[in-house]
C-alpha cells in the first residue's frame, strides 16, 4: 500500500480542491488487514467480504464498511 498517493482534482481557481481517497484492491487491503482494519480481522475476511459485496477495488472509508458489515452479520 506503500507508494500511492493521493489524488488531487483541480477545479475552478474560485471553488476549493477536493482530495480523492485512493483505492486499494481487496489483495491489497487483505496483506494490510490487521493494519487496516485491527487485529481481530484476518486477511481471509477481508477477501470473503469483498467477494460477497461483489467489489474489487475500494477506499479504506468503504473497505472498512464493508468488513465490518460482513463481520457483524448474522448467520443463520
Known sequence: MAGKTENIK???SAEPMTILEPEY???EL???SEKVFG???LPECVI???RVAGITKAT???AAKIV?????KEVK
Not at 465490518?68 to 457483524?72: E, I, V
Open 25 to 27: 484492491t481487496a489483495e
Open 30 to 32: 487483505a496483506a494490510a
Open 60 to 62: 479504506k472509508t468503504q
Open 10 to 12: 483541480k477545479t475552478n
Open 39 to 41: 487485529k481481530k480481522v
Open 48 to 50: 470473503a467480504a469483498f
Open 68 to 72: 465490518k458489515d460482513f463481520m457483524t
